[in-house]
């Protein structure tokens, strides 16, 4: 009877089973093994070691030769532009597949924060925060004139209610863009409830719906009417507008989209998140109908996906991206991109490799899978025309059949709004902020101030696709196994799921990253955590505690 060698039986993480022999090889001591045997026994494992030490020095001059390798593949990255992520992949090759099929990570919920609880936004202003100056005591009136479509005028009149405040200036309701791309005539009180705009903001700035008549028959000449550069400081509106407003009375300043600078001291900022998450509310039609589309959605799964796809023809083309589609495709993209005067030419190739490309739905998809989310799982896809309509779509609707959008889930009702493209966003918009789950395909205006909304709301799970990373990975797709795409998929994706974490106060943009309106809740026995008007500091950032809904 031959000896018999303890063997232990490993869990991989892709849920194989793997023997190991155990470390310890000695045979059993029976009284039927002769000396004979037991010296026969002792050579072997004398032979086991030296195998084990040759095979030893083998991997150690392997792990050099790799090491040797990764180091002048990081040179040629840094002289070649080329992304890191091509690096992870040739690290990928060079190490073998179980680098990346085995790694095991803290798992992470994928439908909810476990900060959630934790965290919630706060924007009530400061005690020594003055009061709004009334009408007759102002500097004068401001007009706005926002750019864009929905998403981006949303921007230009949080900034508009700062810049007024900055300036002691009573602000007029802005008007909207009628001559964007999406070619939309709505005004302001087709959007938004004019009145809860007022009213809300009535204590930080002096709103009015026009410039009284009797006043601008007094006026000896029109408006001042100028464009400030973008992202321009408090300091650039008191030295630069304010002199005007007090001649003119009068100063209508256009084109206003992202006119302020992101960073501003805290009082200011939690202004900006009163006047974008409170002061902004769509009107009752619009808002009725959202929580229509949302009642529905919720009646077919308890929990939904929404995912922001933004593929549609202008985001394509404004990007410089390009996905396979020949001749047509860039001859479509390029006469679209005509409409931006002053975007430079650029790389296809090179967009997609610095991660300025949006995904492809079916690249939308494989991520959500590889995330963990499984093909029962209720998708909501807010989009407008996607780019190869339904051609497109198809590889995603496969991969996740419960698809749904504003158009299949409230056909009728929606009729009303089809001429509008800014009160279709609308709906998506509210439908993309109510779902558990809010999957971002871009960088753009929408992606933002939800990603910050969800924020302030306490975290709501908020995935952005590390497009830099996952681009090269999508390239490379059919070269690795599912398990082995899949683990790396999460691995790219830590530090873009939507976490407290992931906020670097003053690094970031404000609109996407609200830091200075995120409150941490006090513990639940802490007697002194409601003192001081009710802050409560954490970390970087001076987190209070919310009072004010």
């Not at 200011?268 to 974008?276: D, I, P, T, V, Y």
């Not at 549609?312 to 006469?335: H, Q, R, V, W």
Request: overall charge positive; charged content about 25%; proline content about 5%.
């Amino acid at each position: 009877m031959k000896p018999k060698a303890a063997v232990d039986v490993i869990s991989l993480p892709n849920g194989a089973l793997s023997p190991r022999a155990s470390a310890s090889l000695k045979p059993r001591a029976d009284s039927q093994y002769s000396g004979k045997s037991k010296f026969s026994s002792l050579c072997k494992q004398i032979s086991l070691k030296e195998i084990q030490t040759a095979s030893l020095r083998k991997k150690v001059r392997w792990s050099a030769v790799c090491g040797v390798m990764l180091f002048f593949l990081g040179l040629i990255s840094l002289f070649t532009g080329h992304v890191d992520s091509d690096l992870d992949w040739y690290s990928h090759r060079l190490m073998g597949r179980s680098l990346y099929s085995s790694m095991v990570y803290e798992p992470i919920d994928f439908w909810k924060s476990k900060y959630s609880r934790v965290y919630r936004g706060c924007s009530k202003k400061g005690a020594n925060f003055p009061p709004a100056v009334r009408e007759q005591s102002s500097n004068g009136y401001l007009l706005i004139a926002a750019s864009g479509g929905l998403n981006q005028q949303r921007t230009g009149i949080t900034d508009a209610v700062i810049v007024a405040r900055i300036l002691n200036a009573t602000l007029v309701v802005p008007e909207l863009d009628h001559d964007s791309y999406w070619r939309d005539n709505s005004e302001f009180t087709n959007i938004f409830d004019v009145n809860w705009f007022i009213s809300s903001l009535a204590k930080d700035v002096t709103i009015v719906k026009k410039v009284p008549a009797k006043f601008m028959r007094s006026m000896e000449k029109p408006p001042y009417t100028m464009r400030v550069p973008r992202k321009s400081p408090p300091e650039y509106y008191l030295d630069q507008v304010l002199p005007i407003l007090l001649r003119r009375r009068v100063v209508q300043l256009t084109k206003f989209d992202y006119r302020l600078a992101n960073d501003l001291d805290d009082e200011l900022q939690k202004l900006r998140c009163r006047a974008n998450y409170h002061a902004l509310r769509f009107k009752k039609s619009i808002n009725q109908l959202g929580q229509k589309v949302i009642a529905r959605m919720r009646k077919m799964g308890k929990r939904y996906v929404a995912v922001h796809l933004r593929f549609e023809p202008d985001m394509l083309a404004f990007s410089g991206c390009y996905y396979g589609g020949g001749e047509k495709e860039i001859k479509e993209l390029a006469e679209i991109r005509k409409r931006w005067v002053t975007l430079p030419d650029v790389s296809a190739e090179e967009e997609r490799q610095r991660g300025k490309c949006p995904l492809t739905p079916h690249e939308v998809g494989l991520m959500l899978q590889a995330l963990g989310f499984t093909n029962d799982t209720y998708l909501y896809v807010a989009s407008g025309e996607i780019y190869g309509g339904e051609e497109t779509l198809r590889p995603l609707r496969e991969l996740f059949p419960n698809f749904y959008t504003k158009e299949l889930l409230a056909s009728e009702e929606l009729k009303p709004f089809l001429p509008y493209s800014s009160r279709l966003a609308a709906i998506d918009y509210i439908v993309c902020e109510e779902s558990d789950v809010f999957v971002t395909n871009n960088n753009g205006n929408m992606a933002k101030l939800l990603a910050g909304r969800r924020r302030y709301m306490g975290h709501k799970r908020t995935i952005r696709p590390n497009s830099k990373r996952l681009s090269a990975l999508f390239l490379r797709r059919n070269q690795t196994s599912w398990t082995t795409f899949a683990n790396m998929v999460r691995y790219y994706q830590r530090g873009s799921m939507g976490e407290p974490d992931e906020m670097k106060p003053g690094q970031q943009e404000f609109l996407e990253y609200p830091y200075s309106c995120i409150c941490k809740k006090p513990p639940k026995n802490d007697a002194n955590s409601t003192k001081n008007n009710g802050e409560v500091h954490s970390g970087q950032a001076g987190i209070e505690l919310e009072t004010r809904t």
